[in-house]
């Protein structure tokens, strides 16, 4: 079996995990969609393989075969370990749960491989002496030497597996573990604690073999088989210690287990059977029932290619497993594109929908009626000018001047009428387009959810930005008069009306379109335009007229596009978790090349062809 084919299969594929990783880093799964919870854990679950174990053993094949007793509550699993071992290591009990943090059990020369964070980076360490030396302690890869947990050479008080937090990688070197194999004693796989619960799940996944301990009344519980079936998914190499087994039912609680195993792709898992036996006075098992499982962990850990073969079968049965698993997550994350893809259209219809008519507004006459036409009436003088001026339409640009006389009323009163309507017309489709947006979200649970986190409407906010941002608008159209009149003559009639009366007439140029009009306001309101329109054509000439009114209505669009862009930024917020997500495509891609960058069939199969 060739360690060479390894390495160089290996070499793109670490660079390729964790490509992968920062894919699944990109998901949220925000939205209250039935398939989301379960997206989001097992985004997070697969992040914490790939840290927690594929990248660190892809990284060091050599490095000791780590194996996690696990099992169900009291199964027996810590006094295993103490009788695997040959000393009370780790705390056995009534109380339940016992076992609060996880103990790593190693030999002493093989301490340097679980010191930094190499496996379970997310765990802080602290280091256990052995029989007799201080304890020291750390947190991930900063250096040992902190005293904190008195050592003992009898059984660990219960205060040791509190005394770190729930996060922490409890280590300690054993003589007695042969070289090249780490005893991981995890909490309970059906903890009533659901952080114990968590933690053994994770210990698990970074496990290079299971040694799964139940008994001859609990062997079929349906929480550990979920995770023995996860194990057979993955081609985990499973070793199942069966408990406390009466006398005369070894056979056939053995039978049965194997077919159960064998279902779940395990039916090659050893079988280690420990008869119900009396504890010593230091609740230890006697030596001879646990021998054979002593044996074949001794033999495991001699054989350095035999380690590797199993650490590489391991890597490539996780990362299969991790392919199949993206491809499920890849399903929820594009329910939830599509999902928030219709939120989205939702937000683009309504307000697209206000912009068109708040611009339509603008164009069709709407907005030269009433308090508009009678202030502009007044600047430019007497109803019987406009009527005047309507039956006069043909005259030449110099003779229309002439129709302007007596002192015209102040300019501001047409632009305070002129920006009152605007913002009337603004303000009603902005709450037009905030209230179709907040119906078709209530109308969808997950747009439901994602309201409650959007303020309620504030129309006296909203006015108020309103009428400032045609403040602003208003200001620009002097300026651009200003502008263009400076490389002009100043004619009698810039002077009559000067840069405010000019920018005015600009205004009801920029809404002169009649087509809203109806009867006898066409006529006054196309009178309105026309006047306007000559005003500056004799200021300014006809094509500086034109470019005038168009970047005067490109001005204002903005600035109505940039109010609703800040009305609707609220539902943006709500829905760009989404927006920064990895697409489901990608995912699907991701997947592919994962299962093509490992050998075809199952992993121990190729193992052998090998």
């Not at 114990?196 to 299971?210: E, H, S, Y």
């Not at 021998?291 to 962990?297: C, G, N, S, Y």
């Amino acid at each position: 079996m060739s360690a060479p084919s390894l390495a160089g299969e290996a070499r793109g594929l670490p660079s390729l995990l964790r490509e992968v990783r920062g894919a699944l880093e990109c998901l949220a799964f925000p939205l209250a969609l039935p398939t989301s919870v379960e997206a989001r854990g097992s985004a997070e679950a697969a992040r914490g393989q790939l840290n927690d174990y594929i990248l660190p053993r892809l990284a060091s094949l050599d490095a000791p075969l780590v194996a996690v007793v696990g099992g169900s509550t009291g199964a027996g699993k810590s006094t295993l370990v103490n009788a695997l071992v040959g000393r009370s290591v780790s705390v056995a009990g009534a109380v339940r749960p016992t076992t609060r943090q996880p103990l790593l059990l190693h030999h002493p020369d093989d301490g340097a491989w679980f010191d930094d964070a190499r496996i379970l980076p997310t765990l802080s360490r602290v280091r256990l002496a052995g029989d007799d030396g201080p304890v020291e302690a750390s947190s991930g890869t900063a250096a040992f030497g902190s005293p904190s947990i008195p050592s003992s050479t009898s059984e660990p008080r219960s205060g040791l597996h509190q005394a770190a937090g729930a996060d922490t990688l409890l280590l300690r070197p054993v003589p007695t573990l042969p070289p090249g194999l780490a005893l991981l004693d995890a909490p309970d796989v059906d903890s009533i604690a659901d952080e114990n619960r968590r933690l053994a799940g994770q210990l698990l996944a970074a496990a290079d073999l299971w040694i799964f301990v139940t008994t001859a009344n609990r062997y079929a519980d349906a929480v550990p088989w979920k995770l023995l079936a996860e194990a057979g998914r993955r081609d985990v190499l499973v070793a199942v210690v069966l408990d406390r087994v009466p006398p005369g039912v070894e056979e056939e609680i053995r039978g049965d287990l194997l077919t159960l195993l064998a279902a779940e792709n395990l039916g090659h898992a050893p079988i280690f059977v420990i008869p119900e036996v009396r504890l010593d006075t230091s609740r230890m098992l006697p030596f001879d029932v646990v021998e054979p499982i002593m044996r074949w962990l001794q033999a495991l850990a001699a054989d350095a290619e035999g380690r590797r073969d199993i650490a590489r079968r391991t890597v490539r049965g996780a990362t299969r497993a991790l392919a199949a698993r993206i491809e499920a997550i890849a399903v929820a994350a594009e329910q939830e594109q599509s999902v928030g893809d219709a939120l989205r259209a939702a937000v683009d219809g309504a307000y697209r929908d206000a912009l068109a008519d708040v611009l339509a507004a603008t164009e069709d006459g709407r907005l030269l009626r009433g308090e508009v036409l009678a202030r502009w009436q007044d600047f430019v003088g007497t109803g019987e000018f406009m009527r005047g001026l309507e039956t006069r339409i043909g005259w030449a640009r110099d003779r229309v001047s002439a129709f302007f006389t007596g002192r015209p009323a102040p300019a501001s009163t047409v632009a305070e009428a002129i920006g009152s309507g605007l913002q009337t017309v603004i303000v009603e489709q902005a709450a037009r387009a905030d209230e179709a947006t907040r119906r078709r979200w209530r109308s969808d649970q997950a747009g439901a959810v994602l309201l409650q986190g959007v303020p309620a409407w504030r129309a006296d906010d909203f006015s108020a930005a309103v009428a400032g941002e045609i403040r602003a608008w208003q200001q620009d159209l002097l300026q651009l008069v200003q502008a263009e009149g400076a490389d002009k003559r100043f004619t009698a009639r810039m002077l009559s009306f000067g840069v405010n009366g000019i920018a005015v007439a600009l205004m009801v140029v920029v809404f002169a379109s009649t087509g809203g009009l109806t009867g006898g306001e066409i006529g006054i309101a196309g009178a309105s335009a026309i006047a306007g329109q000559k005003l500056l054509e004799a200021v300014f000439g006809d094509d500086a007229v034109r470019r005038l009114t168009a970047t005067a209505r490109t001005n204002l669009s903005e600035r109505v596009e940039g109010l609703f862009r800040h009305e609707r930024a609220p539902y943006e917020v709500c829905l760009a978790p989404l927006a920064q997500q990895t697409p489901a495509e990608s995912l699907r891609v991701l997947a592919r090349r994962l299962r093509t960058a490992l050998p075809a069939g199952r992993p121990s199969d190729a193992e052998d062809e090998a």
